[in-house]
């Protein structure tokens, strides 16, 4: 079974200031790993992945997250937060060898922006 | 590309009547669809996948029968939430799955999502 923690609920930032996104995630093999974003009342939308390759991905908006497997993590970050960036954002998990390509979702990390 | 439309984006129906949300893969193929469940200012709970042309496999705890998903074609999933209960009222919020492509570069694409509040 895999799980995806994500450290605080809440998380208030200065406009301009750095945004950090904490994931942390348990899984058998290595997974394939997402970050989404969401606006209110509104669906999923995916911000980056990592499946192989380069563990530094860039993503869209500014954000850019690390996949470090030594100590399961998957954080996002973004240099300057800008007020557009108020919304809420899942960290999500896939086993890449298991059948019907499931995701796992965190807990979700609301940002607050303050001007 | 790749866009996933609902319908409808938000629906009030009385207790005990059945709701049906639509969810259509626009401008790719979808063999598969996943509903997801969300509750305020919570996480997505997977609730069932949806396969074209064969049964949906639903999570552990979700009653097949009162929420009842049709797949039957490559862009349409339905879901129909029957005898809805207030406690029903959610967002609920689907998936696909494009059928082609490097397996890495594996994407689900979500809908706008539909606020169902039974009453």
């Known amino acids: 079974a895999q799980s995806v923690t994500q450290l605080g609920s809440h998380v208030s930032v200065s406009e301009g200031a750095l945004v950090l996104l904490r994931c942390n995630y348990s899984s058998s093999v290595p997974p394939y790993l997402f970050w989404y974003v969401q606006y209110p009342n509104q669906g999923l939308q995916l911000l980056l992945k990592y499946t192989t390759g380069a563990t530094l991905v860039k993503g869209i908006n500014g954000f850019e997250a690390e996949f470090k497997k030594s100590e399961t993590s998957f954080h996002l970050t973004k240099p300057s937060a800008h007020m557009s960036d108020a919304a809420e954002y899942f960290c999500?998990?896939?086993?890449?060898?298991?059948?019907?390509?499931?995701?796992?979702f965190g807990g979700g990390t609301r940002v607050l922006v303050k001007p | 590309g790749a866009v996933v439309s609902q319908h409808p984006s938000w629906v009030i129906c009385k207790s005990g009547t059945s709701v049906k949300i639509e969810c259509r893969s626009l401008?790719?193929?979808?063999?598969?669809m996943f509903w997801y469940r969300q509750f305020p200012k919570q996480s997505l709970m997977l609730m069932a996948t949806?396969?074209?042309?064969?049964?949906?496999?639903?999570e552990q705890g979700v009653e097949k029968d009162k929420f009842l998903i049709n797949h039957a074609s490559l862009t349409l999933s339905t879901l129909t939430v029957t005898s809805a209960h207030p406690e029903d009222s959610s967002f609920y919020i689907c998936s696909a799955h494009q059928v082609a492509g490097n397996p890495s570069a594996y994407e689900q694409y979500f809908g706008p999502g539909t606020r169902l509040t039974v009453t």
């Open positions: 999500a998990v896939r086993n890449p060898k298991a059948a019907g390509n499931k995701l796992t």
């Open positions: 949806s396969n074209e042309g064969s049964k949906a496999t639903y």
């Open positions: 401008d790719f193929q979808a063999t598969t």
